[in-house]
């Protein structure tokens, strides 16, 4: 079976440099397979340097700017990642969309700079209310068309290994709301279609939501579902060594 892909978003997470590290610390202690952790920005040059020295976990940023420099108050850029050693970074979180208003325009352009940067990059997508499977689907494809309107197939040399969705149904995400993997599962498997009849990859697609120690096992009986970005759980040492206990086939 292909080893299942983790990413740990610890948002605005921990508090302290030495919590922060403490917790590298643990989730490399215990994955015996690649994990990527993306912490505050504030934490990446660190816990870069502590990633060079390990195989086992690499370092993606929850954001990035499109602009190589320049006055963009606030901001980090694909040259400043790529220079401290970063995997890769998450683009259009649902947070990142709604609490500060980003556009699909101003996605579209960051996903386009961060690949052309050779960044990997999370594109994360999702309905933002529960509603049936086909209307989830719309808005899904809707987010994606917007999202992905600056890469074209023909002019742009598209890795597969490069570009990876989340599927994150916002309603689902906080930690505790229960979702059906089943609807899950069908998502992914409509995102996978689309992105491959468009750009002919077969694009590692995630879940996100609540992903914990409880429920990942119903998630882990569809093979369609690549992997898991996981935020609450992410944080907790239990959690944490519980999931990867799972992803390793341990009941
Ligand atoms: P959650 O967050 O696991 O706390 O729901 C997931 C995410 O927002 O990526």
Known sequence: MKQKKIIFNWKMNPESSKDADKLFV???KHSNFTIVIAPPSVYLQELASFSKKS????IASQDVFYAPKGSYTG??????LKKMGIWGSIIGHSE??????????????????????KLSVVLCVGERTKMSFNNSWNYVKSQLDKDLSLIQATSYKLQATKLIIAYEPVWSIGGHKTTDASHSALMIKKIKDLLYTRYKIQATTLYGGSV?????SSFLEYPEIDG???GSASLKEKEISCIINKVNGNK
Do not use: H, T, W
């Open 75 to 80: 901001e980090i850029s694909v040259p400043m």
């Open 212 to 216: 914990n120690c409880q429920n990942i």
């Open 26 to 28: 643990f989730v490399k």
């Open 228 to 230: 898991f970005l996981v």
């Open 55 to 58: 195989s086992k976990i690499k």
């Open 96 to 117: 990142r969309r709604y609490i500060f208003g980003e556009s699909d325009g101003l996605i579209s352009k960051k996903i386009k700079s961060a690949l052309d940067g």
